[in-house]
């Protein structure tokens, strides 16, 4: 089954809304400095040497991206949570249900009254 166009670009855009708030979060700036000052150290004279330095700047720059990443996927699911449960709440009638009901609601046709009858 495949989601209309306006549903996938309203997805799209609420997962581009968590991904900048989640890359601004205050709890990150820690682990945002850390990767910052372990990649300054690893370019600062560039030899051999270096190599540990470089191995701890991956290590907390993937712990960084770690962290966002499972921060994106909980807000997915609790957004996909709420989605359901909304849509379990409120479920869109398919279109023979909806067919049957709009003729039980029907109104009928009104006769006209005959002339004199009260």
Same mark, same amino acid.
């Given at each position: 089954m495949e989601f209309p166009l306006w549903f996938q670009n309203a997805i799209q855009r609420r997962l581009d809304h968590v991904s900048a708030r989640i890359e601004h979060h205050p709890e990150l700036r820690r682990c945002r400095d850390e =990767?910052?000052?372990?990649? +300054?150290? $690893?370019?600062? &004279?560039?030899?051999?040497?270096?190599?540990?330095?470089?191995?701890?700047?991956?290590?907390?720059?993937?712990?960084?991206?770690?962290?966002?990443? =499972?921060?994106?996927?909980? +807000?997915? $699911?609790?957004? &996909?949570?709420?989605?359901?449960?909304?849509?379990?709440?409120?479920p869109l009638l398919s279109g023979d249900k909806l067919l049957a009901r709009s003729k039980k609601t029907e109104p009928t046709s009104v006769q006209p009254e005959a002339e004199g009858e009260l």
């Open positions: =990767e910052k000052s372990a990649f +300054q150290a $690893m370019f600062s &004279g560039v030899d051999m040497t270096q190599l540990p330095a470089f191995m701890e700047w991956e290590d907390k720059h993937h712990f960084k991206q770690a962290i966002m990443n =499972e921060w994106l996927y909980l +807000q997915g $699911m609790r957004d &996909g949570a709420q989605l359901v449960f909304a849509l379990l709440a409120d």
